[in-house]
């Protein structure tokens, strides 16, 4: 395998990511979309934390009757941040995009929300339906999405460091394409406990995390994050170009939950609402047993991968350090003239 060009959610060609930031007049906070190709993305849930904040996951079940979807949105604000999906459904109404009714379309736009009440210091300064239209936007411009402090990811926290939204993506031999998104707002360790390196590091394709070492021992010995009680979770979508049903893309999103936890320790909390989404585009044929198992292996590696990638990029707060201002050893310092 090798990553795909962006190494992310956009190499799985037709899907697109915008991101809409805050972090003035008392938020930190943000809203990611995930736009699908105009007919849709086939799709599935997995929701695996305790204390969810979510919309329209019920809709996934392979029972019931719209299969495809037309965004995703992941954001800020806990179930008040849910209100930005109304401004992706606004948008793509407006374009004519959803599912086809007697006198237009509704598009179909499922969600999930991160807890990050407060941390930009205004407890009710979270996403509203602006923050998804701005954030759909971003996604038409073309620019590639960034990571770590941005769009969900800006006010995460991921045991005690800071927390963000990363993505990866894998090609296949037979030129499959796997990729996954995730906002980490973890109230687990990303941590090795071993030697303080990034857990979800060891999943990396060959180079992808060659400039990282493991810690000095004695910045690992001190650290001492606070762990005051807090609501989290990791949201995030895994995706591939190959035509899944609603059932395998549920699949999907659940193996992608092994990525998570190889990542993040303790995952699936009390206080966590992780909640994975599993899209197939179907840009190409339908898997074989084999192959679909191949999809499956790389998801959830494409996950462990892109909860790296946000912590890495992640920018460092009071309260929040980032994981290189803490571990500054970690990172491998090559001579520019070697």
């Not at 795909?4 to 809409?20: K, Q, S, T, Y």
């Not at 809709?59 to 037309?70: K, Q, S, Y």
């Not at 292996?297 to 790296?308: C, I, L, Q």
Request: include cysteine; charge should be negative; aromatic fraction near 4%.
């Amino acid at each position: 395998m090798r990553p795909g060009p962006a190494n992310g959610l956009p190499d799985v060609a037709g899907l697109r990511v915008g991101h809409a930031t805050r972090t003035s007049d008392g938020h930190r906070t943000g809203t990611t979309v995930v736009l699908c190709p105009e007919e849709g993305a086939v799709a599935g849930v997995d929701v695996r934390g305790a204390a969810p904040g979510t919309r329209e996951t019920e809709l996934l079940d392979p029972r019931n009757l719209v299969e495809r979807v037309h965004a995703v949105v992941l954001t800020g604000g806990s179930a008040y941040g849910l209100a930005a999906a109304c401004g992706v459904v606004d948008r793509l109404a407006d374009a004519g995009v959803g599912y086809p009714v007697a006198g237009g379309v509704v598009p179909i736009v499922p969600a999930a929300v991160i807890f990050d009440l407060g941390r930009g210091g205004a407890f009710r300064a979270t996403p509203g339906a602006s923050f998804g239209a701005a954030a759909y936007d971003a996604a038409l411009d073309g620019t590639v999405p960034g990571q770590g402090s941005v769009g969900a990811g800006t006010g995460a926290v991921a045991g005690g460091l800071a927390g963000g939204a990363g993505m990866a993506s894998a090609v296949l031999d037979d030129g499959t394409t796997v990729a996954a998104l995730g906002v980490v707002n973890a109230a687990g360790s990303v941590l090795d406990p071993l030697d303080g390196t990034l857990a979800g590091v060891r999943y990396g394709l060959p180079g992808e995390f060659a400039h990282l070492r493991a810690p000095d021992p004695g910045e690992v010995a001190a650290w001492a994050p606070e762990r005051a009680p807090s609501f989290n979770t990791t949201i995030g979508v895994v995706a591939t170009d190959r035509t899944l049903t609603k059932a395998q893309c549920g699949k999907l999103a659940g193996v992608a939950h092994d990525g998570l936890a190889r990542a993040i320790r303790p995952a699936h909390t009390m206080t966590d609402g992780d909640t994975v989404f599993g899209l197939a585009t179907c840009a190409a044929p339908a898997p074989g047993p084999d192959d679909f198992q191949d999809i499956l292996a790389a998801a959830a590696d494409a996950f462990s991968r892109a909860v790296a990638h946000a912590v890495l990029s992640a920018t460092g707060r009071d309260g929040a350090p980032a994981y290189l201002d803490v571990f500054p050893s970690a990172h491998v310092r090559r001579d520019p003239e070697a």
